[in-house]
C-alpha cells in the first residue's frame, strides 16, 4: 500500500481511501481530503514531518502520521 508520506516531492497522486476512523478521519475529510482528490507534494520537511501540500488549490501541512492513513494511486 502506497500512502501520502511515500510520494515524492514534485509528484500528484489521487486519494484512494482513508484508513482512519472516528475523529481522524473526520478532520482529514473536513479539510477537503476526500476519496477521489488529487494531491500534490510541494515540500518535505528534513525528518519527514510535516508534509506540505496543495489540495484543491489551497495549501496545507499534513502531520506524517495523519499522511500514513491515506492510500494513494
Not at 6 to 26: F, N, Q, W, Y
Amino acid at each position: 500500500m502506497k500512502t501520502l508520506r511515500d510520494i515524492p516531492i514534485g509528484e500528484t497522486s489521487t486519494v484512494l481511501k482513508i484508513h482512519g476512523t472516528g475523529a481522524l478521519k473526520r478532520r482529514i475529510m473536513d479539510m477537503g481530503i476526500t476519496k477521489g482528490t488529487e494531491i500534490y507534494v510541494r515540500k518535505k520537511a528534513p525528518l519527514g514531518d510535516p508534509v506540505e501540500v496543495t489540495v484543491r488549490g489551497y495549501e496545507l501541512s499534513i502531520r506524517k502520521e495523519d499522511a500514513d492513513i491515506l492510500e494513494m494511486s
